[in-house]
């Protein structure tokens, strides 16, 4: 039996999903393949080539390529993949009508007026038929999104693939667990109706269930399956080495490098450390602590181990920039993920980590991460006035000013960026209130070298804390299309009389662009859009990596 996972399109970037070693392994006892492809960049590159556009990803949006032109370019491009090809994509992905996707009547009615069929059947044709028509054709397929986007373009290509295989394989959707998007938020909803039934065989809607979930759609039996768990079990205790090896096996078997479309050293790797919940798991507007199913379902001492024999094997195939998307990483784990590196002699990669206020973080550990590769930090602080901090649920609650102040310093000073997140428009707080985080950010950003921030206006997730007890934060929930059944994001009415629908901050955005009015008067809208998704995606990372500069200040004065 054969089982591939395909992460279908999304946003125009070249971090590729990682490949499921743990997976892949665990079916190999059962002696079921494991294939694995991310097919972002060869989707992105097919239809760039479709319309004759002379754009190529790897030559082209790669610093030092990169300017103003090949942006307009690539605007000029993409418009015209929607207006010819009938495929309604940005630079952030797919953008489909929002009541297509955010209901599941929606999501059926896509399917059936989507005029780009022709397209997506030429692609399939031309680059996946290869490994879903050869000789052992796949018992299922699992399909990986990301957005209530990506599940609207999830059905199309579903729909397109079952015109080209046999009734019986099983297509489906296996991962959908990314940011602030899960599709177990709906699960009640989707299984209620049953109106992507006719679309999609199955839906896994908790990923801790992964693996087993598919190889009881494989029909195997539970003798088999507890067999496969046992030798699981035993595979846990095996040493990195050991794990590397049998990974390094796994991955040559696949098709996974052969959709990466450019060389690997321009790829960024996007994986956790754990795929546990949060270990601090209290904020309030979070919704991602409740897309898992425990607190701790994996265990800490087999993940670490996991995440570091992946590291070794996809470096051994030519990777050097990972971005580790934990929701928040633990000290304790960025410690061992510094100590292999050492061990194992690797002072070539680079990559990212998100972390909270944690004062766990030491002198001597902010010291190792910036020797070892750590380019930048994603830090969640969000606030630094303790009484939002506290409705906030964050762990620097209790930290004064100079004490952040003194964390931040100790990253920034040992050469690592700060990527900073800060939150206006919080329910409770008022926007004076605000102002005090925007003059620490002030303060911040003369004190500290490499530091750069994103406001983020409060957004409302659906089953947040806040959401589920809007009135503890004198928050009015305003539901203004009632059919939306798969809607992530809500507009709302707060105390201060502030809604989510509002335009956004204009200071703050300038601040987070890092213009100033006059520019951003002189550029075209589509063009900073574009501009924006590519910065802080991984071309923009490779670019800070190679020059330690933010890629908008590269391109915008010369716009």
Known sequence: MKIIHIDIPHSLTTTIKPFDFDTAAYLNNLDIAYDSIDINIEFWQFLL????????????????????????????????????????????????????????????KLCETFNGFETINEFIQLRLSSILQNEKIPTIISLGIDSN?????????????????????????????????????????????????????????????????????CGVSDEQVQCALTQANNYGEQNIDTRTT??????????????????????VYLMPLSRNKCYWKRCTFCVQINKHIADRFYSESSEIKIALATIQAIYDLGIRHIIFNDEAATPKNVSELCQFLEDKNIHDLQWTVRIIADANFG????AQMAKLGCRE??????????????????????????????????????????????????????????STSFQFYQKAKVQIPGITVQFNKFALFYKSKIFQSPEQYGVTIIHEQPNFDLQLVFNYID?????????????????????????????????????????????????????????????????
Not at 249 to 260: G, K, N
Not at 363 to 366: H, T
Not at 401 to 424: A, K, W
Not at 528 to 540: D, P, R, V
Request: with cysteine; net charge negative.
């Open 49 to 108: 080539n479709k319309i004759e556009s002379s754009l190529n990803i790897e030559e082209d949006i790669f610093y030092p390529k990169i300017c103003p032109t090949s942006i307009r370019e690539l605007n000029y491009t993409v418009e015209k993949i929607h207006t010819s090809l009938h495929i309604p994509l940005s630079a952030f992905g797919f953008s489909f009508d929002e009541h297509l996707v955010y209901s599941i009547a929606g999501i059926q």
């Open 149 to 217: 986007q990506a599940l609207g373009f999830a059905a199309i290509f579903a729909t397109a693939l079952r015109r080209l295989l046999p009734t019986q394989v099983k297509i489906g959707i296996g991962k959908h667990s990314y940011e602030n998007f899960s599709l177990s938020f709906w699960s009640d909803q989707l299984d209620k109706s049953q109106a992507l039934s006719s679309i999609f065989d199955f839906i896994i809607y908790h990923e801790e269930y992964f693996k087993q979930s598919l190889v009881k759609l």
């Open 377 to 434: 930090v994603l830090f969640g602080l969000e606030t630094v006035l303790p009484t939002t901090a506290q409705q906030m649920g964050k762990v620097s609650a209790s930290a004064s000013q100079e004490e952040v102040m003194s964390l931040l310093s100790r990253f920034g000073h040992q050469g690592i960026g700060i990527f900073l997140n800060l939150i206006y428009a919080f329910p409770t707080e008022s926007d004076a209130d605000f």
């Open 495 to 559: 105390k201060f009389g502030r809604q989510y629908s509002e335009p956004p901050n204009q200071q703050y955005l300038l601040e987070s662009l890092e213009m100033n009015e006059s520019e951003l008067d002189e550029v075209d809208q589509n063009f900073l859009e574009t501009l924006f998704q590519i910065n802080y995606a991984s071309f923009g990372f490779i670019h800070k990596c190679q020059t330690n500069q933010n890629l908008m200040r590269h391109v915008l004065p010369n716009c």
């Open 363 to 366: 002198d001597s550990l902010i």
């Open 246 to 267: 049998v990974y390094k096996t796994l991955i040559q078997q696949s098709h996974y490098q052969a959709f990466w479309n450019i060389r690997p050293e321009k790829l």
